[in-house]
């Protein structure tokens, strides 16, 4: 069967079977869909034969509908966690009580959702259905009255595909047909509640099926406008990998796509927070604020300031975590934008560059990190591994040594009173001369540097002559001093500052100022994470640091094969 990157998928099933539906359903659509898949209700929409052309109709918001979204999204994780998927809200909408509204045209029947096809992100290019076949000969007429249901709803892509899909649900079929295939939109259908304007707060780092929940149904909530409040700066110190967050303008950007494609009838406002209340605590007009078992003590606290600000409190909304059937120890149960960012380490988060001045053997790694990021731990493991270890901070007291051009250099610039008795450099004086003043310790950099970057070379060009395949280029001033040129691939070790500066102070008995100042005189962690194609953190057991090294190290085989596989002329 063909692959495509985007498709929809039509849900059909009475919204009472749905829930038992959804794992196989999905499944099904994850073999013929690889990138995004839009979901689309419409519980009791008739495909088959003699029932005219269906055309798309307003459904109700009701507690089922809030609960097959959380549950889709659960499977979704479970099942297709690979796929970006989405639930439409455009046709979900309390119907109007006055007959004679415009929004039934007068008629009493309400008017069709989609007075024109809705756009999306991305054009579905096969649309999908659980819709049950009585007959399997009726299967092109289905397929074709599927196809312009959906054209009456969104922009597709011309020549639109559409695939009837066969779950094994042979026992559920036949309870389906006990009980007949209604409209589920009865008196046993509780319905919702809902609210001119709502309000969520988050980091929405890595768009995921619990933030997709809570976005999704604060949208069945809002009938007018929706607030998101998106952490920023100040908030995600604490954060768990928070180097590895997205940007604010990234996340913001997939906020407002997601939505858009949701429900674009709502006024959407995104801010960004510096405080944990931002507007919900200031802003007259909000109703209600959505908020789970984990958050409810904030949404309490946000109703304590409001009342202290003279505002009515808002309605809490409370929705289910999402579990995480792939947590590994060290996550969180629940689905978490923190577990998926532990998951990044030892991956490759962007491509190498092109390095084509470089020969392929040996494959090079420069390894860097803060001072107290384990780095060097990395590299011992590494090296275990086969790699060749290439520790510059010892190539670097090899300038230093007499005889050597730096050796002479240095003397000439900072003064023969750094020799010591057997003709070295005291290092340690040469620190104090150089400490806090910038351009003296440029001007260190700028003779040291460039001669330990030819150590490192000549160490490669041995390890070349040796025939090794890998080297780890050990080196806390690796992106600092421009090395990059002479490596393949930059991996970069983080560590919480609080952490680093307590192993500092421990390690080479310094005070906690000393080894703060250590750190700020080095690039952030953020920053060598800009640079980085992989990364690692030293911060939990050694035995999860091994894990994360033995990834990257399998991982980077891949690689190697792949790229002297291309490199190699056709047979």
């Known amino acids: 069967m063909s692959m495509f990157s985007t498709g929809i998928l039509v849900l059909t099933s009475p919204l009472h079977t749905l829930p038992l539906r959804i794992a196989p359903v999905l499944s099904s659509a994850a073999q013929v869909v690889e990138r995004t898949l839009y979901v689309h209700l419409h519980p009791g929409l008739n495909l088959g034969v003699g029932g005219g052309q269906p055309r798309p109709v307003f459904i109700p918001p009701v507690v089922d509908l809030s609960s097959l979204i959380t549950g889709l999204y659960s499977n979704a994780a479970n099942v297709?966690?690979?796929?970006?998927?989405?639930?439409?809200?455009?046709?979900?909408?309390?119907?109007?009580?006055?007959?004679?509204?415009?929004?039934?045209?007068?008629?009493?029947?309400?008017?069709?959702?989609?007075?024109?096809?809705?756009?999306?992100?991305?054009?579905?290019?096969?649309?999908?259905?659980?819709?049950?076949?009585?007959?399997?000969?009726?299967?092109?007429?289905?397929?074709?009255?599927?196809?312009?249901?959906?054209?009456?709803?969104?922009?597709?892509?011309?020549?639109?595909?559409?695939?009837?899909?066969?779950?094994?649900?042979?026992?559920?079929?036949?309870?389906?047909?006990?009980?007949?295939?209604?409209?589920?939109?009865?008196?046993?259908?509780?319905?919702?509640?809902?609210?001119?304007?709502?309000?969520?707060?988050?980091?929405?780092?890595?768009?995921?099926?619990?933030?997709?929940?809570?976005?999704?149904?604060?949208?069945?909530?809002?009938?007018?406008?929706?607030?998101?409040?998106?952490?920023?700066?100040?908030?995600?110190?604490?954060?768990?990998?928070?180097?590895?967050?997205?940007?604010?303008?990234?996340?913001?950007?997939?906020?407002?796509?997601?939505?858009?494609?949701?429900?674009?009838?709502?006024?959407?406002?995104?801010?960004?927070?510096?405080?944990?209340?931002?507007?919900?605590?200031?802003?007259?007009?909000?109703?209600?604020?959505?908020?789970?078992?984990?958050?409810?003590?904030?949404?309490?606290?946000?109703?304590?300031?409001?009342?202290?600000?003279?505002?009515?409190?808002?309605?809490?909304?409370?929705?289910?975590?999402?579990?995480?059937?792939?947590?590994?120890?060290?996550?969180?149960?629940?689905?978490?934008?923190?577990?998926?960012?532990?998951?990044?380490?030892?991956?490759?988060?962007?491509?190498?560059?092109?390095?084509?001045?470089?020969?392929?053997?040996?494959?090079?790694?420069?390894?860097?990190?803060?001072?107290?990021?384990?780095?060097?731990?990395?590299?011992?493991?590494?090296?275990?591994?086969?790699?060749?270890r290439i520790d510059s901070d010892q190539l670097g007291h090899e300038t230093y040594q007499p005889g050597e051009v730096a050796y002479n250099r240095v003397l000439e610039e900072f003064g023969s009173d750094l020799i010591n008795e057997d003709k070295t450099i005291n290092r340690r004086a040469l620190g104090r001369k150089v400490f806090g003043n910038k351009e003296r310790l440029k001007a260190l950099t700028d003779i040291v540097w460039p001669e330990i970057a030819l150590l490192v070379k000549e160490r490669i060009q041995q390890a070349r002559e040796e025939g090794k395949q890998v080297c780890v280029v050990d080196a806390a001033v690796l992106l600092e001093a421009g090395w990059t040129d002479i490596v393949h691939e930059v991996w970069v070790a983080v560590i919480p500052e609080e952490e680093a500066v307590s192993r500092i102070t421990a390690r080479d008995g310094v005070s906690q100022e000393d080894a703060v100042r250590r750190l700020q005189s080095q690039w952030p962690n953020t920053q060598q994470v800009e640079q980085a194609n992989v990364v690692l953190c030293t911060l939990w057991e050694p035995e999860i640091t091994q894990k994360q090294v033995r990834k990257a190290w399998d991982l980077l085989q891949k690689r190697i094969q792949q790229s002297r596989e291309g490199a190699k002329p056709p047979s």
């Open 80 to 388: 297709c966690g690979h796929l970006d998927v989405r639930v439409l809200l455009t046709n979900v909408r309390a119907q109007p009580n006055n007959a004679s509204s415009p929004e039934t045209g007068g008629t009493g029947v309400a008017c069709n959702p989609f007075p024109s096809p809705q756009p999306l992100s991305h054009s579905p290019e096969v649309v999908l259905t659980d819709f049950a076949l009585q007959d399997p000969g009726q299967s092109p007429l289905v397929a074709q009255c599927l196809q312009r249901y959906t054209g009456y709803c969104y922009v597709c892509t011309p020549g639109l595909a559409s695939v009837l899909l066969h779950p094994q649900l042979q026992k559920l079929e036949e309870e389906v047909e006990k009980e007949g295939q209604k409209d589920d939109w009865d008196s046993r259908s509780e319905r919702m509640e809902t609210y001119s304007e709502v309000v969520v707060g988050g980091t929405f780092d890595r768009l995921h099926g619990a933030h997709k929940t809570l976005l999704n149904i604060s949208c069945l909530l809002a009938n007018k406008r929706f607030l998101i409040g998106v952490c920023d700066q100040e908030l995600l110190k604490k954060k768990v990998l928070k180097e590895l967050i997205e940007p604010y303008a990234l996340r913001v950007q997939r906020l407002h796509e997601f939505l858009q494609d949701v429900k674009p009838s709502l006024q959407y406002e995104i801010v960004p927070l510096s405080d944990p209340f931002g507007p919900s605590v200031i802003d007259p007009q909000l109703q209600c604020i959505v908020v789970s078992e984990e958050t409810r003590r904030g949404g309490e606290a946000v109703n304590k300031k409001r009342l202290e600000n003279g505002l009515p409190g808002l309605v809490l909304h409370e929705i289910q975590l999402l579990k995480d059937a792939h947590h590994t120890e060290m996550e969180e149960e629940k689905i978490s934008s923190s577990s998926l960012r532990s998951r990044l380490l030892g991956t490759l988060l962007t491509d190498p560059k092109n390095k084509s001045h470089l020969p392929l053997v040996p494959y090079v790694i420069g390894l860097t990190g803060s001072s107290g990021s384990g780095k060097s731990s990395i590299a011992q493991q590494l090296e275990a591994m086969g790699a060749v």
